[in-house]
């Protein structure tokens, strides 16, 4: 029987790709469409959705490298530990999206910080929920 971290592994992955795809739609069509607001706010989707579009297709090539040596146990702990430490940067990632809202009056600049504080916030909350649920399989 397949250990549940493949599949947890997968699905996150999976997860992870399907918001950089609409990221990166949306933004798009922010970019060509919005004021400078939404221009700002555009060019945060497609950027972050670029970023996780990257690690969720490494991700997914290095998950089936290490399917079939690593140890199910030490994955899954290398997992949780992985999601923790990015659920803390997304505090940091609201946070200077905060700075970037208190710190600039142009319209750019204020969808810019809407647009980091989005994509923090749904990592903060994306990065919480499956580190919790990480199958830790007790031996």
């Known amino acids: 029987m ?7 592994e997968s699905d996150l ?17 922010l970019w060509f469409t919005a004021n400078e607001f939404g221009r700002g ?15 969720a297709v490494v991700g997914v090539r290095t998950a089936a490298r290490r399917k079939s040596t690593a140890d199910p146990m030490k994955e899954a702990l290398f997992i949780r530990k992985v999601l923790w430490v990015n659920f803390g940067l997304d505090v940091l990632y609201i946070l200077g ?6 710190s600039y009056t142009e319209l750019f600049w204020q ?5 980091i504080v989005l994509q923090g916030t749904f990592l903060f909350f994306f990065d919480l929920i499956h580190a919790l649920r990480v199958p830790i399989e007790v031996q």
């Not at 706010?41 to 690690?55: E, H, N, P, T, Y």
């Not at 999206?97 to 208190?102: A, E, L, R, S, T």
């Open 2 to 8: 397949q250990n549940p971290i493949w599949k947890f």
């Open 13 to 29: 992955t999976r997860r992870l790709l399907t918001w950089s795809v609409l990221s990166l739609l949306s933004g798009l069509y």
């Open 41 to 55: 706010f555009g060019i945060q989707a497609i950027l972050w959705g670029a970023v996780d579009a990257a690690i």
């Open 97 to 102: 999206g905060f700075w970037v809202i208190q």
């Open 111 to 115: 969808g810019t910080g809407w647009g």
